[in-house]
């Protein structure tokens, strides 16, 4: 793995190749709430991503509303608890998070922001991912710690909530991306060298 030192004090300094090896995926944060400058400043960051032929197909939803996100989580956990359960998730640590009372799919994260893709074209998603990146780095860079729910994914794409939360018919819930501040430090995971294929 590639040694970065973690830098203490004023995360805002960090370089870009410090940002992409400090990520992690955070799964425990604090009860303090985003102001609305900071997260501006995150969608700002997102939005400086890159997208094919200039499209820009992106749009963001973002809940604070923490009856909301419990609404969300009770729906994608019921939405689990109906699907056929595969035999290798019976009995397994995230097949007994999700049929518990007390378990939140967005780990109590105090905002949830939601990536959407406008269908202008065939790379509209791949923008999205890549606007996705940008905002979890930026949000490294300010001290906070992100998540992508991708359990979420499902019931947000129903024409239910896309109604509740005023997002288009033919728009496309792509990233669901949970920010807060971290209450506890991640360690990091290994990763696997890149695989080349070829090098002509």
């Known amino acids: ?4 030192p973690v830098k203490q ?3 805002e300094n960090l370089s870009v190749i410090e940002a992409i090896y400090q990520r992690r995926a955070v799964r425990s944060y604090t009860d303090e709430k985003l102001t609305k400058e900071r997260i501006l400043q995150l969608l700002d960051a997102a939005v400086q991503a890159p997208t ?7 749009q963001f939803m973002v809940i604070q509303d923490l009856s909301v996100l419990r609404r969300i989580s009770e729906a994608a956990k019921k ?3 109906e699907a056929p359960v595969k035999p290798i998730l019976s009995g397994s640590t995230l097949h007994q998070r999700f049929t518990s009372t007390d ?12 990536i959407c893709a406008k269908p202008v074209g065939t790379y509209a998603e791949a923008d999205c991912w890549l606007a996705a ?11 906070l710690a992100t998540c992508v729910i991708g359990f979420a994914l499902p019931v947000l794409n ?3 909530w896309k109604k509740e939360l005023g997002l288009a018919t033919d728009s496309h819930v792509v990233v669901p991306i949970i920010i807060g501040v971290p209450s506890e430090s991640t360690a990091p995971v290994a990763r696997k060298k890149a695989e080349i294929l070829g090098w002509k």
């Open 1 to 4: 793995m590639h040694n970065i």
């Open 9 to 11: 004090g004023n995360t």
């Open 52 to 58: 094919a032929m200039h499209e820009e197909p992106w």
């Open 79 to 81: 939405a689990f608890a």
């Open 103 to 114: 378990f939140s799919i967005f780990y109590n994260a105090p905002t949830l922001i939601i």
């Open 133 to 143: 990146e940008n905002l979890m780095l930026a949000a490294g860079a300010y001290g």
């Open 158 to 160: 129903t024409s239910e």
